[in-house]
C-alpha cells in the first residue's frame, strides 16, 4: 500500500522553541496532505489542509500563526510548532490521499511532542 | 469539528470471540473507512467502502456500507491478541475530501 513517512516520530522541546515535523509521501505524489492532532485516548482532528504550492486551508479554532504548514513539493509537507509551550504537547499525524478518486486516505506513523 | 457516533466506546472480549462495532452518522457519506491504531503510531487502513450496501472483506475482518449511507458496521471473527487496538471509522461527505472520524472502539482481547 502507498506509504506516508513522518519524522520525527518523538521530540522534546523547550518550552518558546519551534519545531518543525516532516510529513512525506514516499511512493506517491499528494498535491494535498492533512494534518491532524490527536490527544491521549481522543479521536484524531483535523488542524488543516495542506495544499502544493498554495496557503493550507485552517479549521476552525486553529491557529494559522501558531501552526506554520508549508508544502512546497509534491511529496512534503511540513508542520512547524512556533513557539512550542507545555498545552502544544500531543501526537500530531499526517495524511495523504493515495487516490483520489477512491477517498483512500494513509496515514504517516505519528509524531510526539513534548513540550517541557 | 463534526464526529461520528462510534459504538461501543471499549470492548473487552476472549479470544476467539466475534467483534463486532458501528458507525452512524446524521449526513450521507459516499465513502467509509475503517482504520486501526495502536498506541503512539498512526491509523492503518483496514477496509474501505464506497458504495450503499457493499459489503467487503479483508481476511477475519468484514465492514459493510450502510444502505442509507448514513451508517457503517465492521465485524471481526475468530479474535486474535493481536487484534488489541483502537478501532475509527471515518467517513467522507460528497464533494469534500476531509474525512470525519469516529471516537474509535478500544478492543482488548484476553488470551
Known amino acids: 500500500g502507498a506509504v506516508v513517512s513522518q519524522h520525527p516520530s518523538r521530540v522534546i522541546c523547550k518550552s518558546g522553541t519551534s519545531v518543525k515535523i516532516e510529513c512525506r509521501s514516499l511512493d506517491f505524489q499528494a498535491t494535498t496532505m492533512f494534518w491532524y492532532r490527536q490527544f491521549p485516548k481522543q479521536s484524531l482532528m483535523l488542524m488543516a489542509t495542506?495544499?502544493?504550492?498554495?496557503?493550507?486551508?485552517?479549521e476552525q479554532g486553529v491557529e494559522k500563526d501558531k501552526f506554520l504548514i508549508n508544502h512546497a513539493s509534491l511529496t512534503l509537507s511540513t508542520l512547524t510548532v512556533t513557539s512550542a509551550h507545555p498545552e502544544d504537547s500531543s501526537f500530531y499525524i499526517c495524511?495523504?490521499?493515495?487516490?483520489?478518486?477512491?477517498?483512500?486516505?494513509?496515514f504517516g506513523e505519528g509524531s510526539r511532542l513534548t513540550v517541557l | 469539528g463534526q464526529q461520528l457516533n462510534q459504538s461501543p466506546q471499549s470492548m473487552f472480549i476472549q479470544e476467539g470471540e466475534d467483534v463486532s462495532m458501528n458507525c452512524t452518522s446524521s449526513?450521507?457519506?459516499?465513502?467509509w473507512l475503517w482504520y486501526k491504531q495502536d498506541p503512539g503510531e498512526g491509523p492503518v487502513l483496514l477496509i474501505a467502502l464506497y458504495k450503499a450496501g457493499e459489503l467487503t472483506s479483508n481476511g477475519r475482518l468484514t465492514a459493510q456500507f450502510g444502505i442509507t449511507r448514513k451508517d457503517s458496521f465492521l465485524n471481526i471473527s475468530a479474535s486474535i491478541p493481536s487484534d488489541v487496538g483502537i478501532y475509527f471509522c471515518a467517513g467522507q461527505e460528497g464533494g469534500s475530501e476531509k474525512l470525519v472520524f469516529g471516537k474509535g472502539t478500544k478492543l482488548t482481547v484476553n488470551p
Open positions: 495524511s495523504a490521499f493515495a487516490d483520489r478518486v477512491t477517498g483512500e486516505l494513509f
Open positions: 449526513s450521507i457519506f459516499n465513502t
Open positions: 495542506s495544499n502544493e504550492g498554495s496557503k493550507a486551508t485552517y
